[in-house]
C-alpha cells in the first residue's frame, strides 16, 4: 500500500519542467520545502552540516536563518555526540543541548541578525569541549607523583599523536599514529584535531647528533634526543618506522593546552626555602624506574629515601646511590631476552640488548623533579667500574641529560643466561637543584 502511494505522488519529468515554468526565477534545489532539506541533513556528518553553506546560494541563505538555525544546531549537537562516543558515557543526557535551547527562543529568533544563533551555538560546542577537557584532566589521580590512571584519562579524551617531517624544500610530510601502547610510567607513539605541539627536532644534522642504539640483520636503530627512535633500513637508509617514547609526566597538558606552533609553557617553578635544614635538598628522593619493551616489562620498581652526602657534590653533580654494590639484597635481576621487537607491513625483526628506561625521581614533597622515556643499550665494560668480583660480565647501561645521568652496572650470570643490577646510581645536576630549592651548593 505504501509503494503504490508513494508511485501515484511521484512526478514525472514534464510535470517538474511544468513546475519549474510557474517557478521560473527558481531552482529544482529552491523548491523543495525547508523541511525536506531539514529531514535530508539530519542524516549528514558533523563536518558536512558545517560545510553545508558553502554549497550554493540557497544554502547559504537557509545556513543564515535563524530558524532553519535552530533546528540545524540541535541535529549538529546529537551528530557530534553520537559519532564521538569516547567523550560520552552510557548515561549521558544532552544536557548542554537544553541549554542552548532555551536560548534559542523562538520568540527572539527574528530580533537577531542572520547566523546570530549558528555563531552561539558553536560558541556553545567550543565551550563544552574546553569544560570537558579540564574535567579529564582534573580526573587523573597521582600515584607516587605519577599519573596512575593516565590510560583511561587518554582514551576517554580520545587523544592522538602525530608526527611531522618537513624538509629543505619546506614540503611537509606527516604520518599519523597506527598503535599505541602503555607501561606503567610511559607510553609509546607507534606511527596520528587541535594539533599541540609537543616537541622539535633539527634532522639537518641528525647523523651528527643521534645517538647508535643497536641494530639487526634489516635495520639500525638511532635515538635523537629526547624520545624519538628513527630506524634506518641498512641497505637503502630510509626510514622504516619512527617511534616517539612519551613520559606520562605532563603529557596530557603538552597535549591539549598547546598549539600547532608553539608548545605549552608552565608556569615557573617557584622554590619553597628552608632556612632550617641544613641538607635542605641533599635527601628524601624518590626514584620510579621502568624497563621495558613493547609490552615486556624487564625491570618495574620504586627506590625511597635517597639522598647525597655534601661530601659526595663534586663535579656540578649531587651522587645519590639507589642500588648499592656491598648490599646484595638491593640486586634486581631483569626478567626475560632483553630486546627490542619491530615490525613493519612486510618485516619484522628484534634488536638484541636494547630496551626503553623510564625514569620519575620526586623530591621530598613528592613532587617531580625530573624524568625521562628514552631508549637505551646494554654495553659490556672493559674494565669493571665497581671491580666486583662476581659470576659473569660486566655490562653497563649510561644515560644523560641536561638535569641529571643515570649509571647502572650489570652481570650475566651464564648459567641462567639472566641480567642482575649490581650497582645503580643517580647523579643530579647541582644547578637544577639549587633552582629547585633556592639552595647554593
Not at 511521484?10 to 517557478?23: D, P, Q, V, Y
Not at 539530519?42 to 547559504?60: A, K
Not at 594539533?195 to 639500525?220: H, N, P, T, W
Not at 628552608?274 to 621495558?292: A, E, K, R, S, T
Amino acid at each position: 500500500k505504501d509503494i503504490s502511494t508513494i508511485s501515484v505522488q511521484r512526478k514525472t519529468i514534464k510535470e517538474l519542467n511544468n513546475t519549474k515554468s510557474h517557478h521560473s526565477d527558481k531552482s529544482y534545489i529552491e523548491i523543495i520545502p525547508p523541511e525536506l532539506w531539514l529531514k535530508i541533513f539530519s542524516h549528514l556528518d558533523p563536518v558536512s552540516l558545517l560545510s553545508v553553506g558553502s554549497v550554493n546560494r540557497y544554502f547559504y541563505k537557509l545556513s543564515k536563518d535563524n530558524l532553519f538555525c535552530f533546528v540545524i544546531c540541535i541535529l549538529i549537537w546529537y551528530a557530534v555526540y553520537s559519532s564521538y562516543t569516547p567523550m560520552r558515557s552510557y548515561s549521558w543526557k544532552p544536557k548542554t543541548v537544553a541549554a542552548v535551547q532555551l536560548k534559542l527562543s523562538a520568540a527572539d529568533l527574528k530580533d537577531k541578525e542572520p547566523g546570530y544563533w549558528k555563531n552561539i551555538f558553536m560558541s556553545e560546542m567550543i565551550t563544552n569541549r574546553k569544560r570537558r577537557i579540564y574535567q579529564i584532566l582534573n580526573s587523573v589521580k597521582s600515584y607516587a607523583g605519577d599519573p596512575s590512571n593516565i590510560e583511561k584519562a587518554v582514551k576517554l579524551s580520545g587523544l592522538t599523536w602525530a608526527v611531522t617531517f618537513k624538509d629543505t624544500s619546506g614540503k611537509e610530510t606527516v604520518m599519523k599514529q597506527t598503535d599505541i601502547l602503555f607501561s606503567h610510567t610511559s607510553l609509546s607513539v607507534v606511527w596520528p584535531n587541535r594539533l599541540s605541539l609537543i616537541a622539535e627536532y633539527d634532522l639537518g644534522s641528525f647523523m651528527e647528533s643521534c645517538e647508535y642504539i643497536g641494530q639487526d640483520r634489516y635495520v639500525k636503530l638511532l635515538h635523537l634526543k629526547t624520545g624519538l627512535l628513527i630506524a634506518l633500513w641498512k641497505k637503502s637508509f630510509e626510514i622504516p618506522f619512527v617511534i616517539a617514547t612519551l613520559h606520562y609526566h605532563q603529557l596530557i597538558e603538552f597535549s591539549t593546552l598547546g598549539s600547532a606552533d608553539y608548545m605549552y609553557k608552565f608556569p615557573p617553578h617557584v622554590p619553597v626555602l628552608d632556612d632550617i635544614d641544613p641538607n635542605y635538598g641533599l635527601h628524601g628522593y624518590q626514584l620510579h624506574i621502568d624497563m621495558h619493551s613493547g609490552r615486556r616489562t624487564y625491570l618495574c620498581g620504586t627506590y625511597r629515601s635517597l639522598f647525597c652526602r655534601k661530601e659526595y657534590i663534586k663535579d656540578g653533580f649531587l651522587r645519590l646511590s639507589v642500588i648499592a654494590l656491598t648490599n646484595s639484597k638491593q640486586h634486581a635481576p631483569l626478567v626475560g631476552n632483553i630486546g627490542f621487537p619491530w615490525k613493519t607491513q612486510t618485516f619484522e625483526g628484534n634488536i638484541q640488548n636494547s630496551f626503553i628506561m623510564d625514569a620519575l625521581v620526586l623530591d621530598e614533597t613528592e613532587k617531580p623533579f625530573w624524568c625521562f622515556s628514552a631508549p637505551v643499550s646494554l654495553h659490556t665494560s672493559k674494565v669493571s667500574e665497581t671491580l666486583y668480583d662476581f659470576m659473569g660480565e660486566s655490562i653497563f647501561i649510561r644515560y644523560q641529560d641536561s638535569i641529571g645521568r643515570m649509571n647502572i652496572e650489570l652481570v650475566l650470570v651464564k648459567e641462567s643466561e639472566q641480567y642482575y643490577i649490581v650497582n645503580m646510581v643517580l647523579f643530579l645536576s647541582t644547578e637544577k637543584v639549587n633552582s629547585w630549592f633556592g639552595t647554593s651548593y
